[in-house]
C-alpha cells in the first residue's frame, strides 16, 4: 500500500496502488509547476500582508518556493507518482525546505482554487506566446505576398477553375485569417485573466484575505465575483480551444492548398529539400509531409474541444474530480498549435518555391475569363443576364469546337453580338481580368497593393 497522503488522515488506510496512480495527475500537472510557484509566492504574500502570517514568515516561504523553482529549473527535483500532483510536490518539498512553516501555505487557499489560478497564468502565457507566432505567421505571409503582387494564379470556387487572382491577395486573405485569430485570442485572454485564488474549495474563507492584492501581485485583471463560479468555471479554457480550433481550420486550409498545389497536376509549387521527405520504395517521390501534419493534427486540437465540452456538460456545482481531465487535452492543444505555426512559418519562408511561369501559364488555360466577358457586354447596355447566358453558349460552342474565348476571331465574336470590338481581346487577357477587379477588397492590383500596405501598417502599429 502507498503512504498516507496530506489529505488522508480521515482515512484508515491509503490508496490502493493502483488507483493512487490512477488519482495522479504529476505526470502531466508537472507542467504548471512554475505558475504553482508563482502563484503561491503570491499567496505566501498575501498571507503576510493580510496579518494571518508575519512578515519573516511570508518571506521565508517565498524563498523557500524561490529555491524550489531553481532546483527545479537545473533538473534536482522531479517528485513522483507518490506526490499525486504538482500542488502536494510543492508543498512537500517547501516543508523539507523551511520545516514546519511550509504547512502555513495552504492556509485560506484550497487546491481547487489553487490549480484554477495556475491554469490561468499557464494559458494567459500560452496565449502570448501563440499570439506572437501568429505574428511571425503573418509577417511571412506578407513577405511572400510583396513579391508576388503581379504573379498570377488561378482562382476556384468548387475546386473549379473560377477567376485568376493576384497570387498576393490569395495569401493576404490567409493574413486575415490569422488576424482574426490574433484578436480572438485577445479577447479569449480576457477572461482567462481572472483570478479564482481565494475562492477556497466552494465558499471563500474565513481568513481575512485580500483577494484583490494577490490578483495584482499576479497582474490579473480581476477576480472572480462568485466563489463557486471560480472554482468550477472552465469557460475559459473552452474558448481557448475553440480559437485553437479555427486557427487549426485556417492552417489547415493552407495546408490543403499546398498539398494540391505541389502535385503534378497542378505544378504550381516547388518543395524544398528542406521541408519535404521522400518514399522508402518510390525514389522520385517528394512528399508534402508538413502540411499533411498539420493538417491531420487539426483533429486533435477539434477532439480536445469536444472532448471538453462534452466533460462540463453534466458537472453539478462546484469543483469535481471529473476537472483533472482539463489539463492534458488543453496542454496538447497549445503544443500543437504552437508546433503548427512554427512548422508552416519556415514552409512558407523557407520550404517552397512558387513555379512563376507555370502559373502564368494556367491561367491562360481555362475559361475563367467568362465573366469579362459578360461584364463586357453589360458594360455596353447588354442586360447582364442576357448577356450571361449569351456567354453560356459561346463557352458551349468554344469547348466543342476545342477552341478557348482567346481563340475566337474578332468575325466570330461579331457573330455573336454586334457590340463586341477588337478592344474584346485586352478585356479577356488574364493580367487585365485581374487588374480590372479594383473594387475595395478585391484582387486588383492597384487593390492589393494598397491591401499590403495596409496590412503591414496594423500589424505596425498593434
Known sequence: M????????????????????????????????????????????????????????????VAGLEQIR?????????????????HFAVERRLVEIVGDLGKKLHTARSRNDQVGT???LYLRDQIQQIRNQLREFQLVLLDIAEQHVETLIPGYTHLQRAQPLSLAHHLLAYFH??????????????RVNISPLGCGALAGTTFPIDRHYTAQLLDFEGVYANSLDGVSDRDFAIEFLCAASLIMVHL????????????????????????????????????????ELVRGKTGRVFGHLQAMLVMMKGLPLAYNKDLQEDKEGLFDSVNTVKACLQAMTILL??????????????????FSNATDVADYLAARGVPFREAYNLVGKVVKTSIAAGKLLKDLSLEEWKQLHPAFAADIYEAISPRQVVAARNSYGGTGFAQVRQALVAARAQITAE
Not at 484508515?12 to 509547476?33: G, K, T, V, W
Not at 531553481?70 to 506526490?83: L, M, S, T, V
Not at 485569417?177 to 480576457?190: F, G, H, K, N, T
Not at 519562408?349 to 481555362?366: H, M, N, S, W
Open 2 to 61: 502507498t503512504e498516507q497522503q496530506t489529505w488522508s488522515q480521515r482515512f484508515e488506510s491509503a490508496l490502493h496502488p493502483a488507483i493512487a496512480r490512477f488519482n495522479a495527475s504529476i505526470n502531466f500537472d508537472i507542467q504548471l509547476i512554475e505558475y504553482d510557484l508563482t502563484g503561491s509566492q503570491a499567496h505566501a504574500k498575501m498571507l503576510a500582508h493580510t496579518g494571518i502570517i508575519s512578515q519573516a514568515e511570508g518571506e521565508q516561504l
Open 70 to 86: 531553481q532546483e527545479y529549473r537545473q533538473g534536482k527535483f522531479h517528485p513522483g507518482i507518490e506526490a499525486e500532483d504538482v
Open 118 to 120: 495556475d491554469t490561468r
Open 177 to 190: 485569417m490569422a488576424q482574426r485569430d490574433w484578436e480572438r485570442l485577445a479577447d479569449v485572454s480576457r
Open 252 to 291: 489547415s486550409r493552407l495546408s490543403e492548398e499546398v498539398i494540391l498545389w505541389a502535385s503534378e497536376e497542378f505544378r504550381f509549387v516547388t518543395l524544398k529539400d528542406s521541408c519535404a521527405t521522400g518514399s522508402s520504395i518510390m525514389p522520385q517521390k517528394k512528399n508534402p509531409d508538413v502540411p
Open 349 to 366: 519562408q523557407e520550404g517552397l518555391e512558387f513555379r512563376k511561369a507555370r502559373l502564368e501559364q494556367a491561367v491562360t488555360e481555362d
